[in-house]
C-alpha cells in the first residue's frame, strides 16, 4: 500500500515563533512581580526629607495612592505610615508612630490600602486604629478579607427608612430628644461639663446588639475607667472599644473613628442594631487639620483646612439604616465645643449633618443638676417619630413652662415677681424645680424604662408632699 500523499501546508498551519522578548520588555514583567506580597524582592523608594509629623520619600510616585500604608525601615525596625499627598517626584507619609522616626535614606515599601476585617469575636475587645489588641488578651481573629475596598455606604434612595423609636433610659433624652434606629445625635459640650459620662449612660442602652466605641484623643488615664467603671463588665461584653489617646499620632487618631466606623459597618451587614459612640469628632478634626496642613494645604477657616469640612460628611454619612433586610448604625457623637463657643466651625458643619442635637450647659452642670441638658436648646429631627400626639402637645407644653421660668429668673431674683399676677408664670414657678428634679439622673441610677411615666409619679408624689393638710 502506497504511502498517503502529503497535504499542502498552508501559512496558517505552521506553527507561530513568537518575537524574543526584549530586555527592555523583560524589565518590565520583572518590575510587576516586585509587587507581589511574596516577592522576594520589592519595589520601593527612599526617604529624602523629614520633618517633626512626615517625611518625603521618592520612588513611590508612580504606584502609590492616597491611602496607601507604606512600610519604613531603619535601624530602628520597621515603621507604618500613611501617604496622605502625592507629588511628581516624592509623596508625602504620614507616620503612625508618636514621631517620624525616619532618616534619610531609609527603605520605604508600600503595602496598600489598610485592611479591617472585623470578626464577631472582636466583641468584649479594645483595640487601636489600626485593628491590634491593646487589652492584653489573645491575638484578634481575623475576619473574611473581601480583596477590594468595599464602598459600605449605601446609596440614598437604597437605604431603609428610619421610624422605629427606642428607648436610652435617659429621661431628659428620651422626653425632650427620643431617638430612633439609625439616627446620627450629636452631644455639644464644653469640656468638663459631663459628655463623657452621657455617652456611657447611653451606651449601656439594652436596644443595640452590638456597641462600638470610640475614644480618639481621651487621656490615657481615663480609658480604662471609663471602659471597666463607667460601661461596666455587662454592657462591655457586646462592646469593640477603638481607642486613639491624646498622645498618639495626628493619624492614629485620624483613622480610629475610620476603625471603629469599619467594624460597625460589618456588625450592621450581619443584621445587628450597632450603637456607635463617638467620643469626640472635634478632636478628629484637629488629627485631620494636623496631618492636613502638614502636607502644606491652607487653612480656610480659623485654622482648618477646606478637606476637614470634606471629611467629616464622609465619615458621619456612613453612619444611619443600612440596605433594606439589613441592621442600622444609630451613632452619638460628641463635639467638644472650643470655649463652649456653639458657632465655631466644627460643631456648626456637624450640627448640619446630624439629625439632632443635644447641649450640655456648664450653667446647668454649676448648679448639680446632671445630666445637665438644655431642653431648650437641643432638638431632635426625628422625635416626631417617636412621641404620640399626647406627648408631643405635653412636650410643647413643658418647654413652654421652662422657658417662661428661665426668662423671669432675674425678675424673681430682683424680688419683682408677685405670685396671683400671671397664673401661667404661678405655675411655671411651681412646677418647673419640680420637672429639674425629675430629670437628674446618675449613670448609678435604674435606667427609666416609661420616662413620662417617672415624670408624671415625681410631680404628683411632690405635690402631695407639699399640699396642706
Known sequence: MSPPASLPIRADD?????????????????????????????RGGRVSEVSATHYHVRGLSDIARLGDVVEQRSRFGARLGEIVRIGRDEVVVAPF???????????????????????????GRAIDA??????????????????????????????????????????????????????????????????????????????????VVALVGERGREVREFLEDTIGDQAMAKTVAVVATSDESAMMRRRAPDTAMRVAEHFRDQGHRVLLVLDSITRFAHALREVATGTGEPPVARGYPASVFTDLPKLLERAGPGLEGAGSITAIISVLVDGD?????????????????????????????????????????????????????LVARLKAMISRFEDTRDIRLLGAYQGGADPELDMAVRQVPLIYEALMQSPKDRPSAEPFADLARHLKVKQNADAPD
Not at 439616627?183 to 456597641?211: E, H
Not at 448639680?368 to 431632635?380: D, E, K
Request: net charge neutral; hydrophobic share 40%; with cysteine.
Open 97 to 123: 508612630e508618636r514621631s517620624a522616626d525616619a532618616g534619610i535614606g531609609d527603605a520605604v515599601f508600600r503595602r496598600g490600602p489598610l485592611a479591617i476585617t472585623p470578626h464577631p469575636s472582636w466583641r
Open 130 to 211: 489600626l485593628a491590634r489588641a491593646i487589652d492584653g488578651g489573645p491575638p484578634l481573629v481575623r475576619g473574611v478579607d473581601p480583596g477590594e475596598p468595599v464602598h459600605a455606604t449605601p446609596g440614598a434612595m437604597a437605604r431603609q427608612r428610619v421610624g422605629t423609636p427606642f428607648m436610652t433610659g435617659v429621661r431628659a433624652i428620651d422626653i425632650f430628644t427620643p431617638l430612633c434606629f439609625g439616627q446620627r445625635m450629636g452631644i455639644f459640650a464644653g469640656s468638663g461639663v459631663g459628655k463623657s459620662t452621657l455617652l456611657a449612660m447611653l451606651a449601656g442602652a439594652d436596644a443595640f446588639d452590638t456597641v
Open 341 to 393: 463657643d456653639h458657632n465655631d466651625p466644627v460643631a456648626d458643619s456637624v450640627r448640619g449633618i446630624l439629625d439632632g442635637h443635644v447641649v450640655l450647659d456648664r450653667a446647668i452642670a454649676e448648679q448639680g443638676r446632671y445630666p445637665p441638658v438644655n431642653p431648650l436648646s437641643s432638638i431632635s429631627r426625628l422625635a416626631g417619630k417617636a412621641w404620640s400626639p399626647d406627648q408631643r402637645a
Open 14 to 42: 505552521r506553527p507561530q515563533q513568537q518575537a524574543p522578548e526584549t530586555r527592555l520588555a523583560l524589565l518590565e514583567r520583572l518590575w510587576h512581580r516586585f509587587e507581589s506580597d511574596d516577592a522576594v524582592l520589592r
